[in-house]
């Protein structure tokens, strides 16, 4: 089984930034995807970004610009940099990884952007 771990996330001014980081571990044989989705209080489930391991991104058109997936050399961490972080970031984030869709999720790991 794959396994995610994530990281990174806390309590942060509005506009600051904050890095949150997802180890995986377990067989990536059916591995091509991974990303971070997040549930917002009051809010519906969003995908936030998603990589492949050929390295092409995609953004959530309410992140756009101001946060950026990467990944290591290895592709067995993924981060999200989050920069100019608003309140409505707010949420706990969760790290994914499949073939296609994040099927495989960890823990999540909470985000609050307050004052």
């Known amino acids: 089984q794959v396994q995610l771990v994530e990281s990174g996330g806390g309590l942060v001014q509005p506009g600051g930034s904050l890095r949150l980081s997802c180890a995986a571990s377990?067989?990536?044989?059916?591995?091509?995807?991974m990303g971070w989705y997040r549930q917002a209080p009051g809010k519906e489930r969003e995908l936030v970004a998603t990589?492949?391991?050929?390295?092409?991104?995609n953004y959530a058109d309410s992140v756009k610009g101001r946060f950026t997936i990467s990944r290591d050399s290895a592709k067995k961490t993924v981060y999200l940099q989050m920069n100019s972080l608003k309140l409505e970031d707010t949420a706990v984030y969760y790290c994914?990884?499949?073939?296609?869709?994040?099927?495989?999720w960890g823990q999540g790991t909470q985000v609050t952007a307050s004052s």
């Open positions: 990589i492949t391991f050929s390295g092409r991104t």
């Open positions: 994914g990884a499949g073939y296609s869709d994040l099927t495989y």
């Open positions: 377990g067989s990536f044989v059916d591995i091509y995807l």
